[in-house]
């Protein structure tokens, strides 16, 4: 039989970074032994279901690759065969209307069995289940009657969810019994915590996917550290989704909560950034820098000035930003930066000014020659020119090399800078 996963999100909010986590894990399930991933749509919560919400749902998956092979259902277009379901239990003796709902008889003996290929095989004493409710008084199905009855007709052959369905698995198994369906396969996945320890929320972090996606990290990232959460078979912290595919195996799913740390993220998307070639990179900065106000359009070695500052940052964002003051000026210096490196170098500043104004030739290597020269005629050692020169062109300490920070800002701006500063120094 094919393998078939699903991922039923409940549109009554935006894709939460928790069930991007369930669906990638189903995902990559199915496609580990070429089968078929579904999306459905449980949409029975007619007052805070939205349009949007499902929009977002899958503009969410489609970012981050994880298309379903088929077109996502929707619970509340099927609302007739929920009742046929249920008509047929009420006639067969087991299912019961009481005060216009219709409950499912459960047998109060003995114990319903969950075989969970992470957690093992775990009994629920039926003692402690009520006759399950599967049409409201208004006939509108409840949650677990349509997921049986939906895993049933999609022909799903796992369901791969969040530990905490594991309390609902006993009642959808009675369910599954009562309509004479063969039954699924369960894998319940550890929670997604914050740093705390308690479950992952926006006191912790952003819950939203889309929110990473505007601040600048790459799906490939996202996804990369989500799969990390609760299961681990390699040593290899960075890798793409077809890899993913072909190491999971479900023996290797913890069971502990696993902890969302931003700071993890952070790690794994420099390194996608950095495994980035040069001219994608360029063209998933151009909103980040039309955001920011600026473009590369113009600038006069763009490849280099990325390459030399693509590891500057942990998002594309931040990468944007970094890069910015090399074209644009910036509006004041770090302060700290100021008072510890530019308040005392007007004369390294004016040497520079001098020295660059009359070069000839633009380029990294007649640069270096300048700064050689300077620490000689200066008697200065490399931090002290280096440092106040950066801060003086950029307004900050941190930069590539020398040589080709100067390079990369055009020379008339390194001109103006470096006068700015000399003034902004004499003012002081």
């Known amino acids: 039989m094919k393998v078939t996963t699903r991922f039923a999100p409940s549109p009554t909010g935006y894709l939460h970074i928790g069930g991007v986590r369930t669906a990638l894990f189903n995902y990559i399930y199915a496609k580990k032994f070429n089968g078929d991933f579904l999306v459905r749509i449980e949409d029975t919560d007619k007052e805070r279901s939205k349009e949007e919400y499902i929009e977002a749902i899958m503009e969410g998956l489609s970012w981050v690759g994880l298309n379903p092979d088929y077109k996502p259902l929707k619970q509340s277009e099927r609302f007739n065969l929920y009742k046929e379901e249920a008509l047929k239990l009420v006639k067969e003796g087991k299912a019961y209307i009481e005060d216009g709902a219709t409950r499912l008889k459960v047998d109060k003996g003995g114990s319903t069995l969950v ?51 594991l309390p609902n698995t006993p009642k959808q198994i009675q369910i599954v019994n009562a309509l004479g369906y063969d039954g699924f396969k369960y894998i319940h996945l550890p929670l997604v915590l914050g740093e705390d320890r308690k479950r992952l929320s926006k006191r912790h972090a952003a819950t939203d996917l889309m929110s990473y996606r505007q601040e600048g990290y790459l799906p ?41 740390d931003i700071e993890r993220l952070n790690f794994v998307n420099q ?56 074209l644009v000026d910036f509006d004041d210096y770090n302060p700290e930066d100021f008072d510890k490196y530019l308040k005392s170098a007007g004369p390294v500043l004016d040497y520079f000014k001098n020295n660059l104004e009359n070069l000839d030739v633009w380029a990294e290597e007649s640069i270096e020659k300048i700064i050689e020269s300077a620490k000689s005629d200066l008697g200065l050692p490399m931090p002290k020119i280096g440092l106040p020169l950066r801060v003086a062109l950029l307004g900050r300490a941190q930069s590539p090399q020398l040589n080709s920070t100067i390079y990369l800002i055009k020379k008339e701006k390194v001109v103006e800078r470096l006068t700015r500063s000399l003034n902004v120094i004499a003012e002081h």
């Not at 199905?141 to 007709?153: G, W």
């Not at 369901?159 to 905490?164: L, N, P, Q, T």
């Not at 980040?288 to 600026?294: A, I, L, R, T, V």
């Not at 590369?296 to 590891?311: M, N, P, S, T, V």
């Open 220 to 260: 490939e990232a996202v996804l990369n550290m989500l799969a990390k959460l609760g299961w681990s078979n390699t040593t290899e912290d960075i890798f793409d989704l077809n890899k993913l595919i072909k190491i999971f195996e479900v023996q290797d799913i913890q069971k502990a909560g696993a902890v969302f």
């Open 115 to 165: 075989k969970d290929l992470v957690y093992g095989d775990i009994d629920f004493p039926n003692k402690e289940l009520d006759d399950l409710v599967i049409l409201r008084s208004d006939e509108s199905p409840t949650y677990h009657f349509c997921n049986v009855i939906d895993d049933n007709f999609q022909n799903v052959t796992h369901i791969i969810r969040g530990e905490d369905h």
């Open 271 to 326: 390194a996608h950034i950095a495994n980035m070639k040069t001219d994608s990179l360029m063209q998933a900065l151009e909103s980040f820098n039309k955001k920011n106000g600026f473009s590369l359009d113009d600038h006069h070695d763009a490849e280099y000035l990325l390459e030399l500052c693509k590891g500057s940052a942990n998002n594309l964002n931040e990468i944007s930003l970094f890069i910015k003051s090399f």
